[in-house]
């Protein structure tokens, strides 16, 4: 087993004061402009879809913004590919480091969990069934599916859709069992899958350790180390998106971004050639990882001012209208989402699919996607 370390000697502290204090300054403008802002709220749950694509981009993978919110909202128009599961995963972890204090996804424990997080998440139900959280549908072995509009009377196919629903349940859960660290079949890795030599363990140790020495630099400065050392160690084998997550989680620790703001990195480091960010020169993946930061704060501010005056734009829609209308949710609703479906709509608004889509005519709301049936709308 080979060692593995990263060397924090000769750090070009020189070449890195412009851009830590740039990096810095941007930062906090946009958490200054978010905090204050009437879309703010909006605008972190739009940069939660944004980041999860983005960090699957950074990736080598493709998904579509569309398909993460529909899957999201579980309105998929499609069968969700494995790349889609992994960005809902980057997306709900955002969302959970989001909501819980700043210190935690540092901590033991949140590293714990975090790591554990990183598949599906699986319990055993009480007659000894095995429960899996699909995204979609909760899929239960001892029993059928049971999808978002259940029904009693079920066609003759249904208990055959259920029973290999149970099976798949089951293999879900063993092979989710078998990744778990440290738990009871994890030294029986699939040499196919896995490398049996690549011990997760102690990278996350070395990694730990990098954090140790760097606490008495800047925030900043201490992310983008961070990074670079996380991209160097490769802690984790199938999960590399987890350490960009915790790089965000060390700027919100230090107050640079504050509340439930986390920065969207990944948006910014996809602007950055990948042959800076993967150069054999540390002090070019360092200033490349700083230029990520600014162009994602800057992407940031482009996007909040683009939505402030959506915003105002489509408030002018409810003069005249009565108090009950539902356009000020629609208006909120659509804030928060990159784009929204009419079952989206019908489900977030208590109306009718018919109701939803006469209040996207009366909003103005630019469809997206071009079709003819399965149609999402966004702000202009």
Not at 95 to 119: T, V
Not at 304 to 315: Q, S, T
């Amino acid at each position: 087993m080979i060692s593995m370390s990263y060397d924090l000697v000769k750090l070009p502290i020189r070449t890195l004061l412009r851009p830590i204090s740039d990096a810095g300054s941007a930062l906090t403008r946009l958490d200054e402009r978010i905090a204050r802002s009437p879309v703010g709220e909006g605008w972190i749950e739009r940069s939660h879809f944004t980041d999860a694509c983005a960090s699957l981009w950074i990736d080598g993978e493709l998904v579509h913004l569309e398909d993460l919110v529909l899957h999201d909202a579980t309105k998929d128009i499609r069968t969700p590919t494995h790349e889609l599961t992994i960005a809902r995963d980057v997306l709900k972890t955002r969302r959970r480091i989001a909501a819980q204090p700043p210190g935690w996804a540092l901590s033991p424990d949140g590293l714990r969990s975090l790591r554990g997080q990183a598949w599906p998440a699986a319990s055993h139900s009480a007659d000894g069934g095995v429960t899996i959280d699909t995204g979609l549908q909760v899929v239960d072995a001892a029993g059928a599916g049971e999808g978002e509009d259940g029904d009693d009377s079920a066609n003759p196919l249904d208990a055959e859709f259920a029973a290999i629903d149970a099976v798949l349940a089951r293999a879900d859960a063993a092979i989710e069992q078998a990744k778990r660290p440290g738990r009871a079949g994890a030294s029986e890795k699939d040499p196919l899958v896995y490398d049996l030599d690549w011990d997760e363990d102690d990278r996350l140790e070395e990694w730990c350790g990098v954090l140790r020495q760097t606490h008495d630099l800047p925030a900043v400065l201490q992310a983008v180390v961070a990074l670079d050392a996380w991209n160097q160690l490769s802690v984790l084998q199938h999960a590399p998106w987890l350490g960009r997550l915790l790089v965000v989680s060390i700027l919100r620790q230090a107050g640079i971004t504050s509340g439930t703001h986390l920065a969207a990195i990944n948006l910014g480091l996809k602007t950055v050639p990948v042959d800076r960010r993967r150069h054999r020169d540390r002090e070019t993946r360092l200033l490349a990882n700083f230029s990520g930061i600014i162009a994602a704060a800057e992407l940031g501010l482009k996007e909040h001012d683009r939505l402030l005056l959506a915003r105002k734009l489509m408030e002018r829609r409810l003069v005249g209208k009565r108090t009950s209308s539902k356009l000020p949710e629609l208006i909120e609703l659509v804030i928060s989402r990159p784009l929204v479906s009419a079952g989206m709509i019908a489900k977030e608004l208590a109306v009718t699919p018919r109701a939803a889509l006469r209040i996207v005519e009366e909003l103005g709301l630019r469809e997206m996607t071009g079709r003819g049936r399965f149609r999402a709308w966004g702000v202009l």
